[in-house]
């Protein structure tokens, strides 16, 4: 018998998207194939603590997990060295070893999005501490999550994209009034502002006039250093999955139709108002060209195993523009990641264990030979 491997799922962490990656990650455990893996859970609290789980899933949504993970952290009885308290990272350093009768990990799945999860910083432990990861490493999650930086990439690659300008938090108070004469100069109104490094539409605004663009800009400065202003567009809002390493493949397109005025935070969490439509109604060249184009993104990011790829198709002329691509997207059962590969015959189930493999194949790919 193929001795099981061992996954480590961290979920939650400190950024603006814990509660989703929570949810996203009782998905997953739910769904792990249990025949050929043996699952331990980490959480990250919002403060930043590491704590190993050993309840029932369906207390990672609900937050109830905490209190109980807290309490196994002293009964060391936890499936990973020391105890189940891991306190920072450093603890998962200590458990790629593992040895005292607890069991190396083999893989670890960062069900994390946005920032420390999803920006390169949990990979780049991961790769010191020399265990293998699901997604994308170090470079493509920093690129994939600095919008203002993936844009550059994509210009490079050919891909349309709407205009843009980037700022820094300190312009703000020292040149403002060269900030807004930018903006109306080559953008107008309305405009999107949105910090560069952040997710789930945290400090995006809309801004119809001057005065709601400072207000806007200001919103944004609360989140990053640096601030992204694009021009409108008037668009439907597609998504396509990628999944693969070098030769990766794209899902049929998916289409977001946002129950708000965009697909605000509480669109996409609170009000459960929007609805999605797989595949998008949109001409069969259409959805072709996105699914070249989002294969095109990910490789030009060099991303790795998985990635969503967000679209903006003009109402009027048709005109495609890509929006941003998420190296971590959401993972729920209902979202639209998993949901692309449905539609494209591969279930939840087997896309986990697609990734597990992946991320394996991905960490024999990047082995460096330094003997002379
Ligand atoms: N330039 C734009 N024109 C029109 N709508 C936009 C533009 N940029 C963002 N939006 C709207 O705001 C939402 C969130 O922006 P996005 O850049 O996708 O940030 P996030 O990473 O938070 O998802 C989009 O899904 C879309 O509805
Ligand atoms: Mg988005």
């Not at 949504?61 to 060295?81: C, F, H, K, V």
Request: glycine fraction near 10%; charge should be negative.
């Amino acid at each position: 018998m193929v001795e099981k491997k061992h996954i480590a799922v961290v979920f939650g962490g400190k950024s603006s998207e814990h509660e989703v990656s929570r949810v996203s990650a009782q998905s997953i455990l739910q769904n792990i194939d249990r025949n050929k893996y043996d699952v331990t859970m980490i959480g990250i609290t919002r403060e930043g603590r590491w704590l190993i789980y050993d309840g029932p899933v369906e207390k990672l949504p609900t937050g109830e997990w905490q209190a109980i993970a807290e309490s196994q952290a002293d009964s060391g009885n936890a499936p990973l060295p020391s105890s189940g308290y891991l306190g920072n990272p450093a603890g998962i350093l200590e458990a790629a070893g593992a040895g005292q009768g607890k069991k190396k990990i083999d893989v670890v799945f960062p069900v994390l999005h946005g920032c420390n999860g999803e920006d390169g910083t949990i990979q780049g432990l991961l790769e010191l501490a020399g265990i293998p990861y699901v997604g994308c490493g170090v470079l493509a999650s920093a690129l994939g999550m600095d919008k203002a930086y993936a844009k550059i990439i994509f210009e490079k690659e050919g891909i349309p994209q709407g205009k843009y300008l980037v700022f820094n938090r300190k312009q703000l108070n020292t040149n403002l009034e060269s900030i807004i004469e930018q903006v109306e100069n080559s953008l107008g109104y309305p405009c999107f502002v949105k910090p560069s490094n952040a997710g789930s539409s945290v400090g995006v605004s809309k801004a119809p006039n001057r005065e709601k663009l400072v207000e806007a800009l200001k919103l944004a400065a609360r989140y990053d250093r640096r601030i992204l202003v694009e021009e409108f567009i008037d668009g439907r809002e597609v998504e396509c999955a990628v999944l693969g390493n070098d030769e990766p493949v794209a899902s049929t397109v998916g289409e977001i139709i946002a129950g708000s005025e965009f697909y605000d935070y509480q669109d996409k969490y609170v009000n459960d108002s929007s609805r999605t439509e797989i595949p998008a109604n949109l001409p069969e060249e259409t959805i072709n060209q996105i699914r070249d184009y989002a294969v095109r993104a990910f490789k030009a990011l060099d991303c790795a195993g998985l990635s969503r790829v967000d679209f903006f198709v003009h109402r009027k002329t048709g005109k495609i523009y890509i929006n941003e691509i998420n190296t971590l997207p959401g993972f729920t059962s209902i979202s639209m990641y998993p949901k692309l590969w449905a539609k494209s015959g591969i279930s939840y189930s087997e896309l986990i264990s697609r990734l597990i493999e992946l991320a394996l194949e991905r960490f024999e790919d990047c082995k460096r030979d330094y003997s002379i």
